[in-house]
C-alpha cells in the first residue's frame, strides 16, 4: 500500500512539473488574456466618460473634413490641440467604415488595448531577456494594482481603475508606441550611430510628441537614459546620440499641419498649467508604492537594466520637482511616467531575488512586496469593486437626436454639463470646461454659461447673453439646470421647441 501511494504521488511530479512550466512560460499572455476579456466586455458596455467626449468631437470633425476640420467644439476659426496623427487615423477609420466617431472610438479602444499589451510584451521581452515572463506579468500587475489610495484617474494612468477610461485615449495609442520604440532601442546592446530603424524610430518619436506630448517627455527621457546605460555611461555619446533621435523628430513635427506644436508648447496654456497643478497633491500617499525602490537596491546586485530605470526615474522626478518650485506645472504629468517606470523596476527587482543570493535578502523583499501589494488593494478595495460592475450605456445616451435636427455648425447655449457631450453628436456650444488651446475667451465664455444657467439671475442678463454668441438653439437638460419655471417659459417664447422627450428639451431661435 505504502509502495503504491509512493509510486502514484511520484508519477504525479513530472505533470506538475509540466504544468507549472507552462505556466511560468505563459504566464504573461495568461494575464493578458484575461485583462483583454474583461476590458473587451467593458468596451461593449461604452460606459464613457471624461475626456473621451472632447476625443470623440474632434473625431467628428476631422471625419466631415480630413484636410480642413473645423474647431470640433466651438465655432471658431481655430485649430485644435487634439488634432493629432492618432485622432486623424481614427478619424480615417470612420470615415472608411461608415461610423460615427462614438463608434469609432469603441473600435480604437479595443485596438489600443491590445497594441498596448503587444508593446508591453515586446519591451519586457527586448528589456529583460529571459526573465521576460515573470517580469512582464507582475509589472503587468504591478501597474494595474501597486498604487497608493486614490491614484490619479487622468489619462496616462493605466491603474486597473482608470484603464477602462482612457483606452480609447490618444495617450495609450502614445504609451504603446513609446514601449515600442524603447524596445527597438533596448535591443541595441552596442548602439551605433545610425542604422535602418533610425529613420522609423524618429518618425515614430514624431508622432508620439504630436500624439501626446506628456508621453512624449517620458519617451525622451528614457532614450536619453537608455543611450548612456548602453553606451558604457558615456555622457558625451549619450547627448548626440539621443539628439540624433530627438530633434529631428521635433522638427518635424514643426510640420504638421492641423497645428503649431511650437504654439502648443510655449503659448497661453493657463488651463493646461492650472488642471496639472493638482497632481502635486497627496504625492507621497498615492505613490508610496516608489519607496519599495530603496530596499530593494540592497536586495539585488545592479546592472545595466537596473541604473537605466533609475537615472529615467532620477530625472523625471528632478523635473518633477524643478515644474513645481517654477510654477509650471505641467511638469508635473511626469508622474504618470515616474509611477509605471518605478512598477517595472520593482517587477525586476523582485524577479532577480528569486535568483540572486543571499537568498534571505530576496525572501525578505519579495514578502515585503507581497505586503505592500495586498496594502494597495486593500486601500483602493472599494473603488475597485465598484469597477468591476461596468454599466452599460453614457451620460448622454439621449443626444443622439442631435445628429438629425442640428447642423455641424449650429451654436447650442447650453449648460456645463451638457457641453461635454453635444460636440460629439452635433453642433458647436459656447464653451468648453476642458483645456482650449488658443481660444483666448474661454474663461468669458464659461461666465456666460455659467450666468445663463444660474436660476436666480434676470432674464435680461440671458437676453444680452444670447445676443452676444447668438446661438441657433437653447439646449435645456433638467437633470442639471436650475431655471425657472417663468424663464423657461420666456425661452420659449424666443423661439419654437423643436424636440422634448424626457429630461430634454431643445429650443430652435430666430
Same mark, same amino acid.
Given at each position: 500500500?505504502?509502495?503504491?501511494?509512493?509510486?502514484? #504521488?511520484?508519477?504525479? @511530479?513530472?505533470?506538475?512539473?509540466?504544468?507549472?512550466?507552462?505556466?511560468? $512560460?505563459?504566464?504573461?499572455?495568461?494575464?493578458?488574456?484575461?485583462?483583454?476579456?474583461?476590458?473587451?466586455?467593458?468596451?461593449?458596455?461604452?460606459?464613457?466618460? =471624461?475626456?473621451?467626449?472632447?476625443?470623440?468631437?474632434?473625431?467628428?470633425?476631422? #471625419?466631415?473634413?480630413?484636410?480642413?476640420?473645423?474647431?470640433?467644439?466651438?465655432?471658431?476659426?481655430?485649430?485644435?490641440?487634439?488634432?493629432?496623427?492618432?485622432?486623424?487615423?481614427?478619424?480615417?477609420?470612420?470615415?472608411?467604415?461608415? *461610423?460615427?466617431?462614438?463608434?469609432?472610438?469603441?473600435?480604437?479602444?479595443?485596438?489600443?488595448?491590445?497594441?498596448?499589451?503587444?508593446?508591453?510584451?515586446?519591451?519586457?521581452?527586448?528589456?529583460? +531577456?529571459?526573465?521576460?515572463?515573470?517580469?512582464?506579468?507582475?509589472?503587468? %500587475?504591478?501597474?494595474?494594482?501597486?498604487?497608493?489610495?486614490?491614484?490619479?484617474?487622468?489619462? =496616462?494612468?493605466?491603474?486597473?481603475?482608470?484603464?477602462?477610461?482612457?483606452?480609447?485615449?490618444?495617450?495609450?495609442?502614445?504609451?504603446?508606441?513609446?514601449?515600442?520604440?524603447?524596445?527597438?532601442?533596448?535591443?541595441?546592446?552596442?548602439?551605433?550611430?545610425?542604422?535602418?530603424?533610425?529613420?522609423?524610430?524618429?518618425?515614430?518619436?514624431?508622432?508620439?510628441?504630436?500624439?501626446?506630448?506628456?508621453?512624449?517627455?517620458?519617451?525622451?527621457? !528614457?532614450?536619453?537614459?537608455?543611450?548612456?546605460?548602453? #553606451?558604457?555611461?558615456?555622457?558625451?555619446?549619450?547627448?548626440?546620440?539621443?539628439?540624433?533621435?530627438?530633434?529631428?523628430?521635433?522638427?518635424?513635427? %514643426?510640420?504638421?499641419?492641423?497645428?503649431?506644436?511650437?504654439?502648443?508648447?510655449? =503659448?497661453?496654456?493657463? &488651463?493646461?498649467?492650472?488642471?496639472?497643478?493638482?497632481?502635486?497633491? +497627496?504625492?507621497?500617499?498615492?505613490?508610496?508604492?516608489?519607496?519599495?525602490?530603496?530596499?530593494?537596491?540592497?536586495?539585488?546586485?545592479?546592472?545595466?537594466?537596473?541604473?537605466?530605470?533609475?537615472?529615467? @526615474? +532620477?530625472?523625471?522626478?528632478?523635473?518633477?520637482?524643478?515644474?513645481?518650485?517654477?510654477?509650471?506645472?505641467?511638469?508635473?504629468?511626469?508622474?504618470?511616467?515616474?509611477?509605471?517606470?518605478?512598477?517595472?523596476?520593482?517587477?525586476?527587482?523582485?524577479?532577480?531575488?528569486?535568483?540572486?543570493?543571499?537568498? *534571505?535578502?530576496?525572501?525578505?523583499?519579495?514578502?515585503?512586496?507581497?505586503? !505592500?501589494?495586498?496594502?494597495?488593494?486593500?486601500?483602493? $478595495?472599494?473603488?475597485? +469593486? &465598484?469597477?468591476?460592475?461596468?454599466? #452599460?450605456?453614457?451620460?448622454?445616451?439621449?443626444?443622439?437626436?442631435?445628429?438629425?435636427?442640428?447642423?455641424?455648425?449650429?451654436?447650442?447655449?447650453?449648460?456645463?454639463?451638457?457641453?461635454?457631450?453635444?460636440?460629439?453628436?452635433?453642433?458647436?456650444?459656447?464653451?468648453?470646461?476642458?483645456?482650449?488651446?488658443?481660444?483666448?475667451?474661454?474663461?468669458?465664455?464659461?461666465?456666460?454659461?455659467?450666468?445663463?444657467?444660474?436660476?436666480?439671475?434676470?432674464?435680461? *442678463?440671458?437676453?444680452?447673453?444670447?445676443?452676444?454668441?447668438?446661438? &441657433?438653439?437653447?439646449?435645456?437638460?433638467?437633470?442639471?439646470?436650475?431655471?425657472?419655471?417663468?424663464?423657461?417659459?420666456?425661452?420659449?417664447? %424666443? =423661439?419654437?421647441?423643436?424636440?422634448?422627450?424626457?429630461?430634454?428639451?431643445?429650443?430652435?431661435?430666430?
Amino acid at each position: 500500500m505504502l509502495n503504491h501511494s509512493y509510486s502514484s #504521488s511520484h508519477s504525479r @511530479l513530472p505533470v506538475l512539473q509540466k504544468s507549472f512550466n507552462l505556466l511560468q $512560460h505563459y504566464s504573461f499572455f495568461i494575464a493578458a488574456a484575461a485583462l483583454v476579456i474583461f476590458e473587451g466586455y467593458g468596451i461593449t458596455r461604452q460606459n464613457w466618460t =471624461g475626456d473621451f467626449w472632447d476625443h470623440a468631437a474632434v473625431i467628428k470633425a476631422l #471625419s466631415e473634413d480630413l484636410l480642413h476640420p473645423s474647431h470640433p467644439l466651438i465655432k471658431a476659426d481655430i485649430p485644435h490641440a487634439f488634432f493629432s496623427p492618432y485622432a486623424l487615423l481614427v478619424a480615417a477609420f470612420a470615415k472608411i467604415a461608415h *461610423l460615427n466617431a462614438i463608434q469609432a472610438l469603441n473600435y480604437a479602444a479595443f485596438f489600443n488595448l491590445l497594441f498596448f499589451l503587444f508593446a508591453f510584451y515586446r519591451f519586457c521581452a527586448a528589456l529583460f +531577456g529571459k526573465k521576460r515572463n515573470g517580469v512582464a506579468t507582475l509589472s503587468l %500587475l504591478l501597474m494595474l494594482f501597486l498604487w497608493g489610495k486614490h491614484p490619479f484617474g487622468w489619462s =496616462g494612468f493605466y491603474h486597473f481603475i482608470v484603464l477602462h477610461y482612457v483606452l480609447p485615449y490618444p495617450s495609450t495609442f502614445a504609451m504603446a508606441l513609446t514601449f515600442l520604440i524603447l524596445s527597438f532601442m533596448a535591443k541595441e546592446q552596442h548602439p551605433v550611430w545610425y542604422n535602418r530603424k533610425t529613420p522609423l524610430i524618429i518618425l515614430l518619436n514624431a508622432i508620439v510628441f504630436l500624439t501626446h506630448p506628456n508621453t512624449a517627455n517620458i519617451l525622451f527621457i !528614457a532614450i536619453l537614459a537608455m543611450n548612456f546605460c548602453w #553606451s558604457h555611461y558615456s555622457f558625451k555619446y549619450a547627448i548626440l546620440r539621443s539628439l540624433i533621435l530627438i530633434l529631428p523628430a521635433v522638427l518635424l513635427s %514643426l510640420c504638421w499641419p492641423y497645428f503649431n506644436t511650437f504654439s502648443l508648447i510655449f =503659448g497661453n496654456n493657463y &488651463d493646461f498649467q492650472i488642471t496639472s497643478k493638482s497632481l502635486y497633491h +497627496g504625492v507621497l500617499r498615492i505613490n508610496w508604492p516608489l519607496l519599495l525602490i530603496l530596499p530593494g537596491l540592497w536586495a539585488v546586485k545592479k546592472d545595466k537594466t537596473i541604473y537605466f530605470f533609475l537615472l529615467s @526615474l +532620477g530625472i523625471m522626478t528632478a523635473l518633477f520637482l524643478l515644474g513645481y518650485f517654477t510654477q509650471v506645472y505641467g511638469i508635473a504629468r511626469l508622474i504618470a511616467g515616474i509611477m509605471l517606470f518605478g512598477q517595472f523596476l520593482i517587477a525586476y527587482i523582485a524577479i532577480q531575488c528569486l535568483y540572486e543570493k543571499p537568498v *534571505l535578502r530576496g525572501r525578505l523583499y519579495l514578502g515585503m512586496l507581497g505586503m !505592500a501589494l495586498v496594502a494597495a488593494v486593500f486601500l483602493n $478595495h472599494r473603488v475597485i +469593486g &465598484d469597477n468591476m460592475h461596468i454599466t #452599460s450605456g453614457h451620460v448622454y445616451g439621449g443626444y443622439d437626436f442631435l445628429r438629425q435636427l442640428v447642423k455641424t455648425d449650429d451654436v447650442i447655449l447650453s449648460d456645463r454639463g451638457s457641453n461635454s457631450g453635444i460636440p460629439a453628436f452635433n453642433g458647436k456650444v459656447v464653451a468648453s470646461d476642458k483645456p482650449a488651446y488658443w481660444v483666448e475667451d474661454m474663461a468669458a465664455r464659461r461666465k456666460a454659461v455659467d450666468a445663463f444657467f444660474t436660476g436666480e439671475n434676470p432674464d435680461s *442678463l440671458r437676453k444680452a447673453i444670447i445676443d452676444q454668441y447668438d446661438p &441657433d438653439y437653447i439646449f435645456l437638460d433638467y437633470t442639471r439646470n436650475t431655471l425657472q419655471p417663468a424663464t423657461i417659459q420666456w425661452l420659449r417664447s %424666443l =423661439g419654437k421647441v423643436v424636440y422634448q422627450k424626457g429630461q430634454l428639451e431643445l429650443i430652435s431661435l430666430p
